[in-house]
């Protein structure tokens, strides 16, 4: 069971626009950053989205990230096949026990 | 370029330790946090802890706390993760990741191609 809760598949096709959600509480998304991740497979994670909503360099305007409250969003516009991967979101937790990291359990995220 | 390398596949009795090193190349070691991170096969990611390499002070996930240690050797620019009391549970790939935020923000923009660990009698 995941600190964050994302929906577990997505799908779309190509040119379409999906959103992929990123559920926490007060303790992580509401007090922290949210940073997102794409995981083609065999491969190890990719930065995607960084502080709730930059892209790192190299990374097509195509997606974008947005954050309201307790909850994140992933958004990719004009879908493309190469999209289909996992996506992970991240933030710090800020508990009674301490600060950790916590993921979203990721969306497996299908190109029809 | 900037990377980070790590020791390859390990396999490994239940009970046993295992230990993966992560080497930087490409950029100043001391200058950024450390975190590693598990995949289990077909599940999500899981984080482990952060290590700075600069003074060596360490944070773990409440889960490992007393199984795993963290270290660096800032002359070889590598990081250590040791993990003990291995069970079938930790069969996993394991990433270490660069924070370019300086642990502030845990933005993990450079990975290690990541160490299968298999416990396994």
């Known amino acids: 069971q995941s600190v964050l809760t994302q929906p577990p598949s997505a799908s779309g096709t190509p040119g379409q626009r999906v959103t992929i959600s990123c559920s926490g509480s007060s303790s992580n998304i509401g007090s922290n950053t949210v940073n997102w991740y794409q995981q083609l497979p065999g491969t190890a994670p990719k930065l995607l989205i960084y502080s709730n909503n930059q892209r790192p360099s190299g990374v097509p305007d195509r997606f974008s990230g947005s954050k309201s409250g307790t909850s994140a969003s992933l958004a990719i516009s004009g879908l493309q096949s190469e999209d289909e991967a996992d996506y992970y979101c991240?933030?710090?937790?800020?508990?009674?026990?301490?600060?950790?990291?916590?993921f979203g359990g990721g969306t497996k995220l299908t190109v029809l | 370029q900037v990377q980070l390398v790590q020791s390859g596949a390990e396999v490994k009795k239940p009970g046993a330790s295992v230990k993966v090193s992560c080497k930087a190349s490409g950029y100043t070691f001391t200058s950024y946090y450390m975190h590693w991170v598990r995949q289990a096969p077909g599940q999500g990611l899981e984080w482990m802890g952060i290590?700075?390499?600069?003074?060596?002070?360490?944070s773990y996930a409440q889960k490992f706390q007393g199984r795993v240690t963290m270290t660096r050797d800032t002359s070889t620019s590598t990081v250590y993760m040791e993990l003990s009391s291995l069970r079938s549970e930790d069969t996993a790939v394991y990433y270490c990741?660069?924070?370019?935020?300086?642990?502030?923000?845990?933005?993990?923009?450079?990975w290690g191609q990541g160490t299968m660990v298999t416990v396994s009698s």
């Open positions: 991240a933030a710090w937790d800020d508990s009674l026990n301490g600060r950790y990291v916590v």
């Open positions: 990741a660069r924070d370019c935020s300086s642990g502030w923000y845990a933005i993990f923009d450079i």
């Open positions: 290590i700075n390499p600069s003074g060596g002070s360490t």
